[in-house]
Structures are given as C-alpha cells and as structure tokens.
C-alpha cells in the first residue's frame, strides 16, 4: 500500500530535551515535506527536500533541523524543542514535477514540549 | 503576496445544505489551486483541484468555481452529508516557485448536522 510513514503518532516531552520524528514513503518520491498545523494557521511548511541530499528552508523553519540521506527517509530534528513548537506535525510527498500536484500526507504527530 | 486566506474558519450546516468556503489570493503567479479534506486524526488528502484556464471544475458533488479577475475560489459541496464533516485547506501553487511549492489557507472546520 502506497504510504507515508510518521512515528510516533504522540510525543510528550520537555523543553531541551532532543528529538526525532521520523518520516519514510514507499512511493519512490523525489519530493518531500514537514508542516506544522496550528489552529487558525493552517498548514505551514517547515523544511522540504526536492531530492537526496537537497534541502532547503519553509516558511517556519526556526529550531527545525531535516535531513534527506536517503530517497524513503526525511526526519525531522528539534535540537532544543521548546513550547511553542507544540503542534501537530504531516510530513509528505509526491511524485517527480514542477507541481506538488498530488502531496500525499501521514498521519500526523502531536507533539507537546511542556 | 504569497498569502492564501480562507474563510470562514467555522461552518455548520444541516444535511442536505451546500456549504461555500472562499480563498482569496494575491500572486497572479499561482496556476494551480487544490482543496484538501483532512479528517481528524488523518493527514490532509487531495479533494479535487483546478487551473486558472477554467472557471468550474466539479466531482461528484464537490465544485470548484474560480473568478481569476477577482483572485478568488471556492468550494461547493452539493446536498451536504456528515460524513463530509472534516476540516477543508484550500491551497495555491506556482510552477517557478520552489518547484510548485503550495501555499495552504488556514482551513475551516466543516460540521454537517443530521
């Protein structure tokens, strides 16, 4: 089944305190991406990545690290996570293109940094 | 300029009725404009989508109507159900920009009454 991957579903943590969340497809996409959603915000872009080894800055990409060694994977780091950066996070995808035409999205990660 | 806004953030509706949500934008650089429907505790997933070189586009009982001239579009879902109760994100996107990099409005919580 066609997917994209995000673990852990639910991360409660504290300030400072390094973390990872991990994103991986199996849909050979060259494309990948992390939002965050907050109420009244909507979707905002973090970091994405147009290929291995290629990556570049979002719209909200403040205390956010990525990294893009391999085509599946696409982790998102927070070095220092502090409470604003609680949040709902998608990581997603999509097929090769000028246009993001179809993003394939996970299931999402809630985070809480207290 | 690169701002999609969606309104309105809420809407209520009985079974049977035609909920409208609008987005306006401001770069006449955007060629591509989709809807996302997001489930709660699902990722957001491609609804339907449109280009700028027509003025409707419907599936199903979903529609897309698009006024280029007044930089707005909006969708329409005919004879409403509760199951189509979920949160809609409309999106923008331009071809030259971040390899078509989508701009997310702030999305509207739809609730579709029996």
């Known amino acids: 089944e066609a997917q994209v991957t995000q673990n852990p579903r639910y991360l409660i943590t504290v300030t400072g305190k390094k973390l990872t969340v991990t994103c991986s497809q199996n849909m050979n996409h060259e494309y990948m991406s992390w939002y965050r959603q907050d109420p009244g915000l909507g979707l905002r872009q973090i970091y994405y990545?147009?290929?291995?080894?290629?990556?570049d800055k979002g719209d909200v990409p403040e205390g956010y690290k990525v990294s893009r060694k391999e085509k599946r994977n696409f982790p998102l780091i927070l070095e220092s996570p502090s409470p604003n950066q609680t949040s709902l996070y998608f990581c997603a995808s999509s097929s090769p293109g000028t246009h993001n035409e179809k993003l394939f999205f996970g299931s999402g990660t809630q985070l809480s940094v207290l | 300029q690169q701002q999609v806004k969606q309104s309105p953030q809420s809407l209520i509706v009985q079974k049977g009725g035609i909920p409208i949500i609008n987005c306006a934008y401001e770069n006449t650089a955007f060629d591509y404009f989709p809807w996302y429907q997001q489930f709660p505790g699902k990722g957001p997933a491609l609804l339907i989508a449109i280009r700028p070189d027509v003025s409707e586009k419907k599936e199903g009982r979903f529609t897309i109507s698009f006024n280029k001239s007044a930089k707005q579009f909006s969708l329409h879902i005919m004879d409403s159900q509760p199951g189509d109760s979920a949160t809609y994100f409309c999106a923008a996107s331009s071809k030259g920009n971040q390899g078509g990099k989508l701009i997310f409005g702030q999305g509207t919580e739809l609730s579709v009454k029996p």
């Open positions: 990545s147009m290929n291995v080894e290629v990556t």
